[in-house]
């Protein structure tokens, strides 16, 4: 799907955002591709934030969708709105065993106030990639908030 | 509810599955209280692992709170299963804002295979305590897999 | 949890406004018991609403639990409010077999804007209630929607 | 994403199990297109199942999706199993206002005995379709359950 973005600065604004997750950082999560309403991220594997079977856990697999999933929605939002996460459902398909990962996002409906976005995430090993994660997500924009700003 | 467990050492081999997940340690969550399908997480606030606004980030609500329902679960299994979460939902009901954060876990109905837990998060913050997420997630018992230990 | 209402006269609107829902009617479901937040419905057992092995679709347990939902959130709404399912997700704990259903469903945290609330199902058999579905659906409060009145 | 079906016959085991459901009887749906792992059902606009506002009710569309992920998920099951639904959640989009509706769903992940599927729900009005749901639904394969056949 294509989406005209409201705000035609969005990418600047996205990235600006994004690098204000700390845990982005922590967690070396960086942008790969931004498009209006579209977003890939990519992390290396980390030994330190592995559940006891020594795949990534699950939570950081979540991490990553839902930080996707909240800036392809964001992308898509006017430039005062801030963008906070209502709930998600992730199903874990897979071991996340892989030498990096891999996280897609997608809106699906973007709305004044709900936009709900779709994400998936892929173990990348020896070149291959494998589906380990679908993520659906619904966001919501927020104005003149002063505690919550983008 | 109370649940009599299958394993009468579910403690032990809870809290060493626990201490093998390294996303536990690197995060600084610890097991504060652990019953026979339930549980009680702590942790504290990090910086590091906060999102745009400086809250906690969802997904890291999420990871705690995965593993509560995980072990939660995990501790009315039999002692030669091993436990993986099949999906999760989590809704986020307030900002992630405090000083520390309390998760409990508790089985809403224990299966063979399939075992479904629900959990809450709080915020702690000048000794008062702020439900800020909840989550359903759906966990399986394996058996007999060589790559998927407990 | 006890909620004051915003609207004193909750009980009459949510009522004039679960009798304007034909599926209601049609499914037989009736409102057992209201209060602010909290609403008890009773479904008597169809065979014409039965999956393959005989027990009563997933769906139409879902339908009575995403209306009980949606009524105690909109029991907690101003009176000018209409009330939309944003989404919701449910776990089927065990076959829909009974001669009867209750659904009863709360508001977990009410907002101006999204109430999410928690929802359970019990088949009713011989006397004794069975838990067999549990769901936590996301509310949204719509103010001058011309097309869409509570 | 192409499927190879366990079991040749797969259409005929569907559409047997499908005729089954009284539900689906009762609501007028009916399967349009099947293939391995994935399928499309058709229903009409009921007046009788709709909600406050006269759109169908949300609980009604996730009754089709439901039913859709259930036997695009059987369809690649062996032909000793049975189905039955884990989990799902539906995010509604839009409102459900049509003359007709479609649901298709597919397999996204099949398992031994894991399932998971996606689906979407369209409105259809003057020839035109529009995007009012997605799902996402885990799906179990049971063996040798005496009370529950396909």
Chains 1, 2, 3, 4 share one sequence.
């Not at 294509?2 to 705000?7: G, H, L, V, W």
């Not at 020594?54 to 939570?59: I, K, L, R, S």
């Not at 459902?89 to 709900?116: E, Q, Y």
Request: with cysteine; proline share 3%.
């Amino acid at each position: 799907m294509n989406f005209t973005p409201i705000d035609p600065n969005f990418e600047s604004r996205v990235r600006a955002s994004f690098d204000r997750q700390s845990a982005m950082k922590t967690l070396g999560i960086e942008i790969k591709e931004l498009k209006a309403g579209w977003i890939e991220l990519l992390m290396p594997y980390h030994e330190a934030y592995s559940q006891q079977h020594g795949f990534v856990h699950a939570g950081i697999i979540a991490t990553a969708l839902d930080s996707a999933c909240g800036y392809a929605a964001f992308s898509l939002m006017p430039n005062d709105a801030a963008v906070l996460t209502v709930e998600f459902k992730i199903n874990l398909l897979a071991p996340a065993a892989g030498d990096s990962f891999v996280f897609r996002a997608h809106v699906v409906k973007a709305g004044r106030t709900i936009t709900v976005c779709e994400g998936q995430a892929f173990a990348m090993k020896n070149q291959a990639s494998k589906l380990i994660a679908t993520m659906t997500g619904t966001m919501m924009a927020l104005f003149q908030r002063g505690d919550i700003k983008h």
